[in-house]
């Protein structure tokens, strides 16, 4: 009988959900930022896109970080366990 190992939740792991959200949507605001047309008119003179691109890409790559430095261990044998509280046996 083979016990199930531990594991990561890899990239099921929300925060490494998140900051891949977050690092995608950064690079695509601090490429517009950089290339298109800032209208600083609008902004009161600052390149609000740039701006916001980096902060994304900051906290996106702190997410991403976080899930990789502290990890999240699934342990197959409380999951599939009758007797664990989260278990559907009676």
């Known amino acids: 009988m083979s016990t199930p190992a531990k594991h990561n939740a890899g990239i099921f792991d929300i925060r490494m959900i998140i900051g891949l959200l977050l690092l995608v949507y950064g690079v695509i605001l ?8 800032p ?9 609000a896109n740039l701006i916001a691109g980096l902060a994304l890409l ?3 790559c702190f997410f991403a970080a976080w899930a990789r430095l502290r990890p999240i261990i699934v342990d ?11 278990g559907t046996g009676h």
Do not use: H, R, Y
Request: hydrophobic fraction near 30%.
């Open 30 to 37: 601090t490429a517009m930022g950089l290339f298109a047309d």
């Open 39 to 47: 209208e600083l008119g609008k902004t009161g003179g600052i390149n």
């Open 58 to 60: 900051a906290v996106g």
């Open 76 to 86: 197959e044998t409380q999951l599939t366990s009758p007797e664990s509280p989260g």
